[in-house]
């Protein structure tokens, strides 16, 4: 079966310009989380979705946003770009939420470059 | 506030002899403990949990962690090494008492395995 999908793997922006980012979950998995990844700042958690409702939230400011929809894919959306937010961005998705109880499987990320 | 801690930023070992990648945690109430795997250019791979019960946990390609509550410990671990291990493992606590589930993840740890 397919595994998680984030679209597009590579992305150059431009400070101050917006991104959205693509995670479409495993099929049948209802959970999606997003991680952050820098050399800086190693793997941060940002946020995590089920069926539709955002259950947690990580320390990041409003710049960042996500939602689901009601297939289960899930966006992320960052605006107002900082060259810091060059990072790779992962996602999860689980059958329960965050793979507490079952297994979280990861995509191969989306690698952001803010220039 | 919960954190973690990967005391080595790398760990060298010959192909064949046991390894050990180290983690330490700090929660205020009961833990999950994770560890991941990251490969280069990849997204993390699960690779074993503890929730609750047997403190000695069995994950994926033969690696086994042991819990120690008394020593708030975490360590990974293999009886032989292959060179194929060489990756980046990362260990993540989540404080299940709050109910809010977020993840912390540590540093990192690079694994390298020589022939």
């Known amino acids: 079966k397919a595994g998680v999908t984030q679209t597009p793997r590579y992305l150059i922006k431009t400070r101050g310009q917006q991104v959205t980012l693509s995670c479409s979950p495993i099929?049948?998995?209802?959970?999606v989380s997003w991680y952050q990844q820098t050399p800086g700042q190693g793997l941060q958690f940002l946020f995590e979705?089920?069926?539709?409702?955002?259950?947690n939230k990580g320390n990041f400011p409003g710049r960042f946003s996500g939602r689901q929809f009601s297939n289960s894919r899930s966006e992320m959306n960052v605006s107002t770009l900082e060259l810091g937010d060059s990072a790779l961005y992962l996602c999860?998705?689980?059958?329960?939420?965050?793979?507490?109880?079952?297994?979280?499987?990861f995509g191969q990320g989306t690698r952001l470059t803010v220039v | 506030a919960q954190s973690v801690a990967q005391p080595e930023d790398q760990v060298n070992v010959a192909e064949g002899n046991p390894l050990t990648v180290k983690c330490t945690y700090s929660?205020?109430?009961?833990?999950?403990l994770f560890w991941y795997v990251q490969y280069p250019n990849r997204g993390l791979q699960f690779l074993l949990k503890?929730?609750?019960?047997?403190?000695l946990v069995k994950g994926s390609y033969g690696f086994e962690a042991e819990f120690n509550k008394s020593q708030t410990s975490f360590h990974l671990k293999k009886p032989s090494a292959l060179v194929s291990d060489s990756a980046l493992y990362f260990c993540?606590?989540?404080?299940?008492?709050?109910?809010?589930?977020?993840?912390?993840f540590g540093r990192g740890t690079s694994l390298i395995v020589h022939p």
């Open positions: 999860a998705s689980s059958l329960d939420p965050g793979g507490l109880n079952t297994e979280a499987f």
């Open positions: 099929s049948g998995h209802r959970s």
């Open positions: 979705y089920f069926s539709e409702t955002q259950r």
């Open positions: 929660v205020s109430g009961n833990p999950y």
């Open positions: 503890y929730i609750t019960g047997d403190n």
């Open positions: 993540a606590v989540r404080d299940i008492s709050g109910g809010s589930y977020i993840p912390t």
